[in-house]
């Protein structure tokens, strides 16, 4: 063996492989999140809602505070005809970030329909005083009247 032949054939594929490791290890975890939520959503509206829940949650391991991909998995939920579990995660978006209008809205909805209209008409009464003019709502206060 030469020192050509160790050096082409065996040490390069090491600090090859070690290279793209340390890479990957020291990626940001917001851009590992990005590139799982880029392939949820082209799932998504390619409506295989399945592998699309996996890549939001994908995501969610590396930005698990991200109320925007925990509103867009209970959506997938909703596609998924899973009102439980769209139900919990649109309350955790809520939770994460108060100002989330629209998965404290669709939390409401979720809620009429399984006829919990005290905690439906709670939610869309505590949405009103925000957004007052908002027809979505006020349509959901109707519906719970």
């Not at 995501?59 to 997938?76: H, K």
């Not at 209209?117 to 009103?128: C, D, I, P, S, V």
């Not at 005083?129 to 709502?137: A, F, L, R, S, T």
Request: net charge neutral; hydrophobic share 45%; aromatic share 6%.
């Amino acid at each position: 063996m030469t020192i050509q032949y160790v050096l082409k054939n065996r040490i390069t594929p090491v600090i090859i492989i070690t290279t793209l490791l340390l890479f990957c290890a020291c990626a940001d975890p917001v851009d590992k999140a990005s590139v799982h939520l880029t392939k949820a959503n082209e799932y998504f509206d390619g409506r295989e809602f399945k592998k699309a829940q996996i890549e939001f949650q994908n995501a969610l391991q590396f930005d698990p505070e991200n109320d925007a991909i925990i509103q867009q998995l209970g959506e997938t939920y909703v596609k998924l005809q899973n009102p439980l579990k769209a139900a919990q995660t649109f309350a955790l978006a809520v939770k994460i970030n108060p100002d989330n209008h629209t998965a404290h809205l669709r939390l409401a909805q979720i809620l009429l329909l399984a006829e919990e209209t005290k905690k439906a008409r709670e939610t869309a009464l505590e949405l009103q005083k925000k957004q007052p003019d908002n027809i979505e709502i006020l349509h959901l206060l109707a519906s719970v009247q």
